[in-house]
Every structure is written in structure tokens, then in C-alpha cells.
T-cell receptor, first 112, second 116 residues
Framework: DQQVKQNSPSLSVQEGRISILNCDYT??????FLWYKKYPAEGPTFLIS?????DKNEDGRFTVFLNKSAKHLSLHIVPSQPGDSAVYFC???????????FGEGTQLTVNP | DAGVIQSPRHEVTEMGQEVTLRCKPI?????LFWYRQTMMRGLELLIY????????DSGMPEDRFSAKMPNASFSTLKIQPSEPRDSAVYFC??????????????FGSGTRLTVV
């Protein structure tokens, strides 16, 4: 039972353009969402998060949007840079929960 | 702070052998998680500890897997006997969670396990 799902295993964009990574979840108890980035041979690192009381959170080139009614969130990277090429994991947790449930990941490739 | 330290970085073993993965969490963190990364399921939670006590091991695939946390600075994940389908990257992560103020999971660099 995959409660957090990233349906696109890979995404390829041109440098300077927008990258949009999508994530869907099924558990209505989830109220905190995060994105992690992972480079090869390294552990995932925290990128950006959003609470369910918000529908948007921005940090520099990265913006996360949350649509609670659709149980969908997305990560926008503008402008995309070659250094953004990595696997991006969506994650979610429930109220006061300590555990994160991760999606399958999306491999982003930004071409120069 | 050296971060979360995992050892070994790579492990190649023969089917049927015992494998032990090790993790040293960040000092002061009260949660420790073991995840396994696979193509099909992404980052899959195996087990997690709070203050050295196992809280949820429902993700452990089968009895061949076991995990311990004898103290706040060390945890092990053991597979006995190992099988080729156990081949994956295993991550350890630690976190300090207070009133959900910080979900700063810090991951180690992972152990790439290959069972032949």
C-alpha cells in the first residue's frame, strides 16, 4: 500500500526552464509534507516542507504547492540548473507523527 | 558534527551469510530510522526507534531482519540469512522531534548491499 506516490520515475528539462515534480498521497491524516533531494552515493537531504495549513511555501528557486482536496503536492524549481539533477523524494507525516512516509522518487535531469 | 555515520559503505556477501549494517546517529537525536531504497518502492521504512526503544518494526520484511539499538549512539540492522533480493541501499537516519517543530531527518550516506 503506497500511501505516497510519485508517478513519474524521471523528468528531463532544459537549463533555465521550470521543473515540476508531482506527488500524490492517500492518507487523510497526513498534514506535513516534505521534499528531499538525493545525489548518487549520498543520503537524501532536506529541501523544503509545507504544513497542511498552507497551500504554498517558497524558498529561493524552490516552491512547494499543496492541494489538500486533491491530495496532491508539487515542487517547482525555477529556473532549473544542472546542479539540480538528482532524485527527488516526496515525504509525508501525520499529526504529531515521527515517521515519514516516502514516495518512490523522481529522477530529475537538467540539461545544459 | 560528523552527521549520521553508516558502515560499511559497500557490502558484498554470498547468499546465506549474515550481514550486519551499522549506524551512529547524531548526538542528541532521539529518533533513529532504518530505510531501504528500492526502485519499486522508493524509500521504505523498515523500523524506527525512539530513545533506543523500537517503536514500529512493521516494515521489516521478514524474520531474517532484526535491528537493535543498545544505546543512544549505535544501532545495527542484521540480515540472517541474506538473500539476493535483499540487495539494496540501506539508509539510517536520525532526528530530534519536539512538537513537530523540526522534521530535520538527517540521513547517512547509506550502505549498498549486494548479495550474490
Amino acid at each position: 500500500d503506497q500511501q505516497v506516490k510519485q508517478n513519474s520515475p524521471s523528468l528531463s528539462v532544459q537549463e533555465g526552464r521550470i521543473s515540476i515534480l508531482n506527488c500524490d498521497y492517500t492518507n487523510s491524516m497526513f498534514d506535513y509534507f516534505l521534499w528531499y533531494k538525493k545525489y548518487p552515493a549520498e543520503g537524501p537531504t532536506f529541501l523544503i516542507s509545507i504544513s497542511s495549513i498552507k497551500d504554498k511555501n517558497e524558498d529561493g528557486r524552490f516552491t512547494v504547492f499543496l492541494n489538500k482536496s486533491a491530495k496532491h503536492l508539487s515542487l517547482h524549481i525555477v529556473p532549473s540548473q544542472p546542479g539540480d539533477s538528482a532524485v527527488y523524494f516526496c515525504a509525508a507525516s501525520a499529526y504529531r507523527g515521527s515517521r515519514l512516509t516516502f514516495g518512490e522518487g523522481t529522477q530529475l535531469t537538467v540539461n545544459p | 558534527d560528523a552527521g549520521v555515520i553508516q558502515s560499511p559503505r559497500h557490502e558484498v556477501t554470498e547468499m546465506g551469510q549474515e550481514v550486519t549494517l551499522r549506524c551512529k546517529p547524531i548526538s542528541g537525536h532521539d529518533y533513529l530510522f532504518w530505510y531501504r531504497q528500492t526502485m519499486m518502492r522508493g524509500l521504505e521504512l523498515l523500523i524506527y526507534f525512539n530513545n533506543n526503544v523500537p517503536i514500529d518494526d512493521s516494515g521489516m520484511p521478514e524474520d531474517r531482519f532484526s535491528a537493535k539499538m543498545p544505546n543512544a549512539s549505535f544501532s545495527t540492522l542484521k540480515i540472517q540469512p541474506s538473500e539476493p533480493r535483499d540487495s539494496a541501499v540501506y539508509f539510517c537516519a536520525s532526528s530530534l522531534i519536539k512538537r513537530r517543530a523540526n522534521y530535520g531527518y538527517t540521513f547517512g550516506s547509506g550502505t549498498r548491499l549486494t548479495v550474490v
